[in-house]
């Protein structure tokens, strides 16, 4: 009995020895796992209420005169010729020859396109042939009639005058005859017929031999020389005609457009899609190029004649070239709602081409008075990705501080700043969309 109650007995020895050994391991696990959460906690709630990076720039304030001029509206348009010439034929006809090609640099007067001239030719020998004749008939009645013409006229009054002197004498003859009854009254009446006509006669031939001596009348000299005159500007006209089937380029310039061929026709009046042409070349000078932009009708106001901008183009960004207002358009465009200007551009070179993608950027007219003897105020000029809704921020003892500002003129600088900004300020320059005001924020590295 009493062996087997020693075997019921608990053994407190060994309980002791175990127990402790548990709770420690449980305490432990407890203290990492807690240690943990506190960690992720504070690393957490550090991430959470960090101060964001900012970049940083202190704000200077440069002098009036030598801050840039601003840019007060960039507008966009197309290069285009200030004067395109379309080159027409004056005459119908087909083509022979063309001696030009697209983008040839041709000189004013140069041949550039010729007409077959056959029908031209002999419309000129004709109206040759009319004047000639003319002049002749005019050249005739100047100088009169000829000397044999009047000696002539003359030989045939001296032989009516010796046929009435005949017949006077057989008239008196048969008078003297009738007086002595041996004539018939019927020979004194053939008689005295006789005489009459050579009266008659030799007048009329006296007459002509003074109209002979006298030569053509000045209406009749006057009529010729009136039809020699149109002879002469027919022979003009023909001439001009012939002379219009050679097509020389009226200007210096560039080949824009080449629209016939050998053997095509060229009109002067209506012209069909398939028909004949209007025209046989385009051309222009490509010193002489200017800008086509619409502006809308709210930003007009900022322009004015002669203003400047500085050109550039989408194909060659890199180049600007000087420019100014040419031309205000006197009306708007309704469905629109803008305007259309011209800028010229002072220097063009090769690298411009008309219908080109161009922008203009028009430049500010303000400049800092020379002689004045009042101090100018100093213009502060910031990145134009500092600003934001009309106001930046600043860095101040770590925090973010919004400030509303009076933005003026933009330049390739930035934007200028007409109040808000004295210069000095530790500037935000990109600040992020989520900052706002009193926000904690640090500089970066």
Not at 147 to 156: R, V
Not at 327 to 352: C, F, G, H, M
């Amino acid at each position: 009995m009493d062996a087997e109650l020693k075997n019921l007995q608990i053994d407190r020895t060994k309980r002791r020895s175990t127990e402790p050994s548990k709770w420690a391991t449980r305490w432990i696990i407890c203290g990492v796992l807690l240690f943990l959460l506190i960690g992720a906690w504070r690393f957490a709630s550090d991430k959470l209420n960090a101060a964001p990076e900012v970049e940083v720039q202190r704000v200077k304030s440069v002098s009036a005169a030598s801050a840039p001029q601003g840019v007060v509206l960039n507008a966009t348009g197309y290069i285009v010729a200030a004067h395109k010439i379309e080159v027409a034929a004056k005459v119908v006809g087909k083509v022979n020859w063309i001696g030009v090609d697209k983008g040839d640099h041709v000189k004013e007067g140069q041949v550039v396109v010729r007409l077959e001239d056959d029908e031209y030719q002999a419309q000129l020998e004709q109206a040759k042939g009319q004047f000639v004749t003319l002049q002749a008939r005019l050249d005739e009645a100047l100088h009169g009639s000829r000397p044999e013409e009047i000696a002539q006229s003359s030989a045939n009054l001296e032989s009516a005058r010796s046929d009435l002197d005949n017949a006077r004498i057989t008239l008196d003859r048969t008078k003297s005859l009738i007086a002595d009854g041996v004539a018939s009254k019927q020979s004194l009446d053939d008689a005295q017929a006789r005489y009459d006509s050579a009266i008659h006669k030799v007048n009329s031939l006296l007459k002509s031999y003074e109209l002979v001596k006298l030569g053509p009348r000045h209406e009749e000299i006057d009529a010729l020389r009136g039809q020699v005159q149109q002879a002469q500007g027919m022979v003009a006209y023909a001439q001009t005609n012939l002379a219009n089937t050679i097509i020389r380029a009226p200007v210096t310039g560039t080949i824009l457009e080449r629209a016939v061929e050998k053997g095509e026709f060229v009109t002067t009046s209506f012209v069909g899609d398939r028909g004949a042409k209007g025209y046989v070349v385009s051309l222009a000078d490509l010193n002489d190029l200017e800008v086509e932009l619409d502006i809308s009708q709210n930003d007009f106001a900022k322009l004015h004649m002669g203003q400047r901008g500085i050109v550039t183009t989408d194909a060659f960004q890199d180049r600007k070239y000087d420019g100014f207002i040419k031309e205000l358009s006197p009306e708007a465009n309704r469905q629109k709602a803008t305007v259309q200007i011209k800028v010229k551009i002072v220097k063009p070179d090769d690298y411009l081409r008309p219908e080109m993608n161009s922008s203009v950027a028009f430049l500010s007219d303000e400049k800092p008075a020379a002689t004045s003897t009042v101090v100018a105020k100093p213009v502060v000029i910031v990145p134009s990705a500092a600003v934001h809704d009309g106001a930046v921020f600043v860095m101040f003892d770590g925090k973010a501080v919004r400030r509303a500002v009076k933005t003026g003129a933009t330049s390739g600088s930035g934007i200028r700043i007409e109040e808000g900004l004295i210069g000095g300020e530790d500037l935000i320059v990109n600040p992020p969309p989520a900052l706002k005001d009193g926000d904690k924020v640090r500089q970066k590295a």
